[in-house]
Antibody, heavy 121, light 107 residues
């Protein structure tokens, strides 16, 4: 069964850092692009970033550019999101999702259960 | 950036009703559109991709249509388990964007 499972969320102070992980199983991880999507409490879905199978392409949403870094370790079938300079408005549930060979033009499926990041003093 | 406008944002309907949700893109996106269902406290679930292709395991009462800038998600006969929030997503170009969501509630 194809599965992705996030971890690493928690409470962090404004200006702090956090690294999220997403463990993948049930598919050849290196052959697929992956994405992060977030959802603030009571709000809609926001795409955050994506990464190609070889890690060579990493587009970002403008609101995280320069603060967040997406990466992957294909030997561990794990996706990461390093979040620096966190702000209150980054408070959200963060989901990882599997794309096709590219997240552009191909759908997100499956999604993980999400991990909550709370930025507050 | 491509903006997606969903309508209505809220819909009240009864079991057995036919329901249609519309998603309009600010520029043409061919058929690069997906629909997701999300229930409270749960992750989004893929329903339809490439505008009209039903994901494996999704009931046939769900259907998608459209291309270019106007798209629809139709539920032919609403079932109790369909009460949820539905999102469209464009996959034509970065930044990938979602519509604001349509919450379907029981009348």
């Amino acid at each position: 069964e194809v599965q992705v499972l996030e971890s690493g969320g928690g409470l962090v102070q404004p200006g702090g850092s956090l690294r999220l992980s997403c463990a993948a199983s049930g598919f050849t991880f290196s052959s697929y692009s992956m994405a992060w999507v977030r959802q603030a409490p009571g709000k809609g879905l926001e795409w955050v970033s994506a990464i190609s199978g070889d890690g060579g392409s990493t587009p970002y949403a403008d609101f995280v550019k320069g603060r967040f870094t997406i990466s992957r370790d294909n030997s561990k079938s794990t996706l990461y999101l390093q979040m620096n300079s966190l702000r209150a408005e980054d408070t959200a549930v963060y989901y990882c999702a599997k794309c096709g060979s590219s997240c552009q033009s191909q759908w997100f499926d499956p999604w993980g259960q999400g991990t909550l990041v709370t930025v507050s003093s | 950036d491509i903006q997606l406008t969903q309508s209505p944002s809220f819909l009240s309907a009864s079991v057995g009703d036919r329901v249609t949700v519309t998603c309009r893109a600010s520029q043409g996106i061919s058929s690069y559109l997906a629909w997701y269902q999300q229930k409270p406290g749960r992750a989004p679930k893929l329903l339809i991709y490439a505008a009209s292709t039903l994901q494996s395991g999704v009931p046939s009462r769900f259907s998608g249509g459209g291309s270019g800038t106007e798209f629809t998600l139709t539920i032919s006969s609403l079932q109790p388990e369909d009460f949820a929030t539905y999102y469209c997503q464009q996959l034509n170009s970065y930044p990938l964007t979602f519509g604001g969501g349509t919450k379907v509630e029981i009348k």
